[in-house]
């Protein structure tokens, strides 16, 4: 852990193991209850000079994170691969996009702008200021163990808050790495804390009881995300929530067929499929169903399931044995209602895959509103298609979620695609595009797939106050 500006030792540690193989790779600190409530002392006690810097001298900070960051790129990714899973490939460009927020974020910090506004008093000026909201309390998942780190950090120390970390339990080793960058480019003492538990609630109670900590910031799922809004808002804590998705990708039949499948192939597979904004429903018109299926299929056959420190490796593990187990069920569930398997639909246990969580890049296709897949959140490496005939039918379906984080839109018919993006009901939407996502453009989702955005001039607005000053003169 690092609180204060130090490295905490304990003899009390939990194990990280490598999900490829089930090996050990290191260990961390076991923090509590009162750990998190040490840090965010520090935090608090840091903030006043923090946020009395210019924007100028912490935008410096982040500059050089950015840098530091990238020179130690092929090290975090093999840290990432091994601690993670995700193919060494996907992990450098990860890294990548981490750094990315760093810089985004050095150069916004320099924008954080308040306004002049008239009054009809000829006595009296109005100025609005922005200020940091304070001390801010982040909690990050595994899928994404460093750019999820860098997405909050950034843009709350640019904003002049201080923050404290904990980093989700299966991947705490690359969160040590992303706050010994912070630690080496001279983040000053308490402006930065990480705690790492193998037990999360007490740390998220504390998060959300302190009265010191002024704002919560959560990546992970819907359920999680709500139980901690609820918690933090006795004290209206600010919140800021990135939770589940189940994003639908429609492919319409003006759309080139076996360019949609390939794009799929890309994004569903991606991660494992352990993303948020991976597609969970892929609609496709019913006339070109067949040229799609036998495209996406040829493209599964291809993919390689293995250690992701093997370059042959295009697909790695999922993080532990309970995803495993959602994913299998969601897959008998939906044999067992009707549903057609293309490929895949079984755990991975040859060539010494029993000893990693690897499950088959899988293809249903038949899929219907009555099974498991259809409204759970996967987060598994199952390509779920379904048949539809027209435009309206098919927005409405994919309207049909409580979720409204990302969705995709496949069509040569620029009115339908204007259409689709104005009635789809998501924040993200991909129209013939397979990654809508940037450091420089908003992240986030409606519905109950949270709250706030990340990134893009909308990331700092979340770590900031609006304060007016009516002046008489
Ligand atoms: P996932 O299902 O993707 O693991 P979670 O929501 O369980 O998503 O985990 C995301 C993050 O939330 C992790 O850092 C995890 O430790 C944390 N977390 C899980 N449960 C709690 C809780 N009760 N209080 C605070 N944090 C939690």
Redesign the pocket.
């Given at each position: 852990m690092y609180i204060n500006g130090a490295w905490i030792q304990s003899s009390r540690t939990f194990p990280v193991f490598n999900p490829a193989n089930g090996e050990q790779i290191g260990a961390v600190v076991d923090g509590d209850r009162g750990d998190a409530c040490t840090a965010i002392a520090a935090a608090a006690a840091a903030l006043p000079a923090w946020s009395a810097l210019t924007a100028y001298e912490r935008s410096d900070k982040l500059y050089s994170a950015h840098r530091l960051m990238l020179e130690r790129r092929p090290q975090l990714a093999q840290l990432m691969t091994r601690e993670q899973g995700k193919p060494l490939k996907a992990a450098l460009n990860e890294v990548k996009y981490a750094a990315d927020f760093l810089l985004w974020f050095a150069e916004e910090a320099k924008r954080v702008y308040g306004r002049t506004i008239p009054s009809s008093r000829s006595d009296q000026r109005f100025l609005v200021h922005r200020q940091p909201v304070g001390v801010v309390a982040a909690?990050?998942?595994?899928?994404y163990p460093v750019s999820m780190l860098t997405r909050k950090l950034a843009p709350a120390l640019a904003a002049g808050c201080t923050v404290v970390l904990?980093?989700?339990?299966?991947t705490p080793l690359c969160a040590v790495a992303v706050f010994e960058i912070l630690h080496e480019v001279g983040i000053p003492a308490g402006v930065v804390n990480l705690v790492t538990?193998a037990d999360?609630?007490?740390?998220?109670?504390e998060?959300c009881t302190n009265p010191a900590v002024r704002k919560l910031t959560?990546?992970?799922?819907t359920?999680?995300?709500k139980?901690?809004a609820q918690a933090a808002a006795p004290q209206l804590k600010r919140v800021s929530m990135e939770l589940?998705g189940h994003a639908p990708f429609i492919v319409f039949d003006d759309a080139d067929p076996l360019h949609a499948a390939r794009g799929v192939a890309l994004v569903k597979f991606l991660n494992t499929g352990?993303a948020c904004i991976s597609p969970n429903r892929i609609f496709v018109q019913r006339n070109i169903l067949a040229p799609f299926l036998q495209t996406l299929q040829e493209r599964i056959g291809k993919l390689q399931a293995g250690d992701g420190m093997d370059p042959a490796t295009s697909i790695g593990p999922l993080?532990n044995q309970a995803a495993v187990d959602k994913v299998d069920r969601q897959v008998r569930n939906a044999l067992d209602m009707g549903a057609t398997l293309h490929a895949g639909g079984r755990r991975l246990l040859e060539g010494g895959l029993d000893r990693g969580f690897f499950y088959a890049p899988t293809l249903l296709s038949g899929v219907s509103p009555g099974m498991l897949i259809y409204r759970e959140e996967t987060?598994g490496p199952v390509a779920a298609v379904i048949a539809f005939d027209e435009e309206a039918e098919v927005l409405a379906m994919a309207n049909d979620t409580s979720y409204g984080l990302a969705a995709y839109v496949y069509t040569g018919n620029l009115s339908r695609a204007m259409r689709s993006f104005e009635s789809l009901q998501f924040g993200i939407i991909g129209i013939n595009d397979i990654n809508p996502t940037s450091a420089a453009a908003p992240f986030g989702g409606m519905k109950e797939s949270g709250l706030g955005r990340e990134g893009a001039r909308e990331g700092i607005e979340e770590y900031l106050e609006t304060k007016l000053g009516g002046f008489s003169i």
């Open positions: 909690i990050t998942p595994w899928n904990k980093p989700a339990e299966a538990a999360p609630a007490p740390i998220g109670e998060f959560f990546t992970g799922s359920a999680v995300g139980q901690l589940g352990q993080v987060f």
